[in-house]
C-alpha cells in the first residue's frame, strides 16, 4: 500500500509540473485571432478610387471560414489595388497566417501580379490613404505563388514610400528578392512574420526563416519606422487566407 501510495502520490507531483508548464507555456505564448473565420469584423477595406470601406465588387469576403479576395464581380482590374486593414496598429509582435493562390488571374491584371499578394506591415492607416493611391506607405511581405515550371521564391520584400537595410547596407529599390522556397498550385502556405519595431523583420516559410532585415524608415523623412497597421492586398489575383494570429510582444518589453 505505501509503495501504490507513494507512486500516486508521485503521478499527482508530475501531472501538477506538467500543468503549471502548460499553463505557463499558454501564457508566454498568447495567440489571438484577428480574422473570426465568420465577418470582416474589425477589418477596414480601402480600394483605389473607392472610399474607405466600399467594397467595391466584393472584392473581399468570408467564406466556409476563409477570407477570400475574388474578381467574380469584375468585369477588367482597371488597377483598382486594394487592402483590407485589421483596425488596430502592432509594433512589437508575430503574426501568422496560411494562404492560397486559387484561379486565374482577372482581366487587365499586370502581369507581374500573376499569383501575386503581400501582407503590409507598419503600414498607415486605411483611412489615411488617398482616395486613387495605389499602395498603402507600409512594408510589404510578398506572397508569390509559383507558375507551374521554374523557381518564383516567395517571401521577397518590398518598400512602398519605405525603405531597409538587408547586412548592414541601405536598400532603396523597391523590391527584394528573398532565397524562399516557390510553391506550385493550390496548396496552402503558412508564412509568419516576427516583426521588432523598426529594428528588426524575419519571414519565416513553413518554420524556415527566409529573409532578415531591419533598421525600417521612411522615404521621405528618413525618420525609423516603428509601427502601423497590417493589412493584405488585392493586385488582382484570386488568393484565400485562414488562421490569421498575432502574438503582441509589447508587453514584454515592458
Known amino acids: 500500500m505505501k ?30 485571432s484577428i480574422f473570426n473565420g465568420q465577418d470582416l469584423d474589425g477589418w477596414d477595406i480601402k480600394i483605389r478610387g473607392f472610399e474607405l470601406n466600399e467594397n467595391f465588387g466584393n472584392t473581399f469576403f468570408v467564406e466556409d471560414g476563409l477570407l477570400k479576395v475574388s474578381y467574380d464581380e469584375y468585369e477588367t482590374f482597371d488597377n483598382r489595388f486594394g487592402h483590407i ?54 512594408i510589404e511581405a510578398q506572397l508569390l505563388g509559383g507558375t507551374g515550371e521554374g ?34 498550385g493550390d496548396q496552402w502556405v503558412k508564412f509568419e ?4 519595431g523598426d529594428s528588426l523583420v524575419h519571414h519565416i516559410v513553413q518554420g524556415d526563416t527566409i529573409f532578415t532585415y531591419g533598421n525600417l ?11 502601423g497597421y497590417i493589412a493584405l492586398q488585392a493586385e488582382s489575383h484570386p488568393t484565400e487566407f485562414r488562421n490569421i494570429e498575432i502574438l503582441d510582444l509589447s508587453e514584454k518589453r515592458r
Open 85 to 138: 486593414f485589421y483596425n488596430q496598429p502592432f509594433s512589437h509582435y508575430k503574426l501568422r497566417l496560411e494562404y492560397r493562390f486559387v484561379g486565374e488571374q482577372v482581366a487587365g491584371g499586370a502581369g507581374w501580379a500573376l499569383r501575386n499578394n503581400g501582407i503590409m506591415f507598419h503600414s498607415q492607416s486605411a483611412e489615411s490613404m488617398e482616395l486613387n493611391q495605389n499602395f498603402p506607405v507600409s
Open 217 to 227: 524608415r521612411l522615404e521621405d523623412s528618413g525618420l525609423p519606422l516603428k509601427e
Open 3 to 32: 509503495t501504490h501510495s507513494k507512486l500516486h502520490s508521485a503521478m499527482a507531483v508530475l501531472i501538477a509540473i506538467m500543468t503549471l508548464a502548460g499553463c505557463s507555456g499558454s501564457k508566454k505564448e498568447n495567440w489571438v
Open 151 to 184: 523557381e518564383r521564391a516567395t517571401g521577397s520584400v518590398c518598400t512602398p514610400g519605405t525603405n531597409i537595410e538587408v547586412d548592414g547596407k541601405r536598400i532603396t529599390t523597391h523590391c527584394i528578392d528573398s532565397n524562399g522556397p516557390t510553391f506550385h
Open 193 to 196: 512574420l516576427v516583426v521588432y
